[in-house]
């Protein structure tokens, strides 16, 4: 008995050992953003030619790409489909959903207000609202401010939106804030307003209605006159409704399936369509120009920019810090990175930018694919800029070297367990046998088949979208696609394991 328990310990332990080592020498080698060229050229070429792989790797339908050096877009380019059925191709162009990287936009809106002196910034939200009001609750809502709503630690519930109808109108954003689309999508707060951090597109929405009520406009008509036009983002909108022959990009699912791009009465959390153009023009806007023109071109005061760029108290979380609707990142020699992502179903984007050193990229994808494929061009783009690496790619890395080693893992006991069942075959230890000659109860069949229903419990969990749609209510998401594509060796080992095992239960029994 001793020696089974010594065996079994050793052999689990050789494997995690064995498994980690693989994990470890494969990214070594196959997913290093290492890139030490600093000539703008050099790294272009060296992007141009590993994103055609990476699109085909994480199966990303279209991708657009653009690079900011001081006041200039010094490149820009499309790759893949932006309506496979059409066979039309990303350009430039090409209008995308952002998602949540329209929050550093509406942030722009809110401190442009907060500079007129419209608003205070550490004033209560309740002091703007007639329309709707924050509901009670135990907690403090006089503790939740502009400040507060911009970094996410007003706390908030609701983080997206339930998108609507296509062919009804749009509720209002009072209706969206009372629940409309259910009650998961009531926002309330669920923490004392200051004290953690709590990512809340509802408090986005709060946002939204508080620019309304102190402008008297529209959100999206005070976006395009004080923000959109200035800029000269003359292809940003918060609708599909583009007056030319734009091509706006379609979403897809993550098994390519085309999405119904659902409007949002969220505008302010995650409504904005753009291009690469507009966008790259916007981030540029974030950086100081070369001919010396301040950063935020007359509209924001660099004061207020550089306000958003600074991380704000009690906003610690698993990613970093965040400051006023931008996500701000220390790396060495003292380095800052501000960026933010955008991310729902069939849309992923990015944006990133070094403040001081005047630079930064651009990154629109149409697939649910996009979520990893940005994060390694990120990864590229960040240690060509500064010699580091940005949370998002330590992040993937870490999920990564995890699923090789898991997929390592199961690989080296399934060797052993292949080895044990030849060795006892051959020395007759067990012998096959037809299924109906065996005497199984209902307790020993389950027991026989149990390794094939974990194997179906387990694809079930990952590749349907029944538990979303339960759980969550939430349409086109499947677990899987939280995950880096070496979940599939994962799966498939798992399931070859499984297979295997359930046909030696079944087809096999000990001797006396």
């Known amino acids: 008995m001793k020696r089974k328990i010594f065996f079994t310990t050793a052999l689990i332990v050789g494997a995690l050992i064995i498994s980690i080592s693989a994990s470890y020498i494969f990214t070594a080698f196959n997913y290093s953003e290492n890139y030490q060229s600093k000539n703008s050229n050099e790294f272009i070429g060296k992007l141009d030619k590993e994103l055609p792989s990476w699109i ?7 991708a ?22 059409s066979n039309k191709m990303v350009t430039p162009n090409t209008i995308f959903r952002i998602a949540s ?11 442009h207000l907060v500079d007129q002196g419209k608003i205070e910034l550490d004033a209560p939200a309740e002091k703007y609202l007639t329309r709707w009001h924050i509901p009670s609750s135990k907690f403090d809502k ?3 401010t502009i400040r507060r709503l911009l970094s996410h630690t007003a706390g908030f519930s609701v983080e997206g939106s339930p998108g609507y109808d296509i062919n009804k109108p749009l509720p209002s954003i009072e209706q969206s804030l009372l629940g409309i689309g259910g009650e998961q999508w009531r926002v309330k707060l669920i923490n004392e307003p200051g004290t953690t951090f709590q990512y809340s597109g509802g408090g986005f929405s709060v946002l939204q209605l508080i620019t309304e009520e102190v402008t008297g406009k529209k959100f999206s008509d005070y976006m395009q006159s004080e923000i959109f036009k200035p800029l000269n983002l003359n292809h940003t909108r918060y609708d599909r409704d583009f007056k030319d022959n734009t091509t706006i990009a379609t979403a897809y699912t993550d098994s390519g399936k085309p999405i119904i791009d659902r409007p949002w009465i969220e505008q302010a959390s995650g409504g904005v369509y753009t291009n690469l153009i507009d966008l790259s023009t916007f981030v540029a806007s974030c950086m100081e120009e ?19 760029f600074s991380p ?30 955008g991310d729902i179903t069939g849309w992923n984007s990015q944006i990133a930018f070094l403040p001081k050193e005047k630079r930064g990229i651009v990154i629109l994808t149409n697939g649910d694919a996009g979520y990893y494929f940005k994060s390694e061009v990120l990864g590229l783009w960040t240690n060509w800029t500064t010699g580091d690496s940005n949370n998002d790619t330590k992040f993937l890395r870490i999920m990564q070297k995890t699923l090789i080693s898991l997929a390592c893992f199961f690989g080296v006991l399934f060797l052993y367990f292949i080895y044990d069942t030849k060795k006892k075959i051959t020395s007759k230890k067990i012998i096959f046998s037809r299924i109906f000659n065996k005497k199984f109860n209902f307790k020993g069949y389950m027991k026989a088949i149990l390794p094939g229903l974990i194997v179906i419990i387990w694809c079930f969990i990952f590749y349907s979208k029944v538990p979303f749609k339960i759980i969550f209510k939430l349409n086109d998401y499947a677990l899987f696609t939280f995950f880096s594509p070496e979940l599939f060796w994962v799966t498939l080992i798992i399931t070859i394991f499984g297979v295997f095992s359930t046909l030696r239960n079944l087809l096999t029994e000990k001797t006396n």
């Open 56 to 62: 085909k790797k994480y199966k990303v339908p279209g």
């Open 142 to 144: 006089r503790g939740v």
């Open 64 to 85: 657009a790409i653009g690079l900011i050096e001081n006041d200039k877009i010094i490149w820009q380019k499309g790759y893949g489909f932006a309506d496979k059925e």
């Open 312 to 341: 704000q108290p009690n906003t610690k979380s698993f990613f970093g810090v965040y400051g006023l609707g931008f996500i701000p990142q220390k790396l060495k020699n003292d380095v800052k990175l501000i960026s933010h992502s």
């Open 290 to 308: 070369s001919n010396k023109n301040k950063a935020g071109r007359g509209i924001l005061k660099p004061s207020s920019l550089a306000e958003m």
């Open 101 to 111: 990287i329209s929050k550093p936009i509406t942030a722009w809106g809110i401190m």
